[in-house]
């Protein structure tokens, strides 16, 4: 059974940094895609970041220069580090995971930016 699961939510001041880790347990293989995605109060799910089974990334215009997404080398656990945050990034953050075309989220992780 495939687990998705994210770890490193919490508390900060505007201006600081986090990090966030999401690891994909119960499947073999590591050629797939994984991205982190966040749910704000009152919108829309929207997509953070984007890495590739080769490492190849992509980010939201909002996070471009902020967050880095990156891959270990067993390619099974991302991690997205999150740096000067503002109150804007207050949201739920879910990873995400494509294997063999199906779509496997986590439960989500709480990061709360303070003004």
């Known amino acids: 059974q495939v687990h998705v699961v994210e770890s490193g939510g919490g508390l900060v001041q505007t201006g600081g940094s986090l990090t966030l880790s999401c690891s994909v347990s119960g499947h073999p293989g590591t050629r797939y895609a994984m991205a982190w995605f966040r749910r704000a109060p009152g919108k829309e799910r929207e997509l953070v970041a984007i890495i590739s089974w080769m490492s190849d990334t992509y980010y939201s215009d909002p996070v471009k220069g902020r967050f880095r997404i990156s891959r270990d080398n067993a390619k099974t656990t991302i991690y997205l580090q999150m740096t000067n945050l503002k109150p804007e990034d207050t949201a739920v953050y879910y990873c995400?995971?494509?294997?063999?075309?199906?779509?496997?989220w986590g439960q989500g992780t709480q990061v709360t930016v303070s003004s």
């Open positions: 995400y995971a494509n294997l063999n075309a199906r779509d496997y």
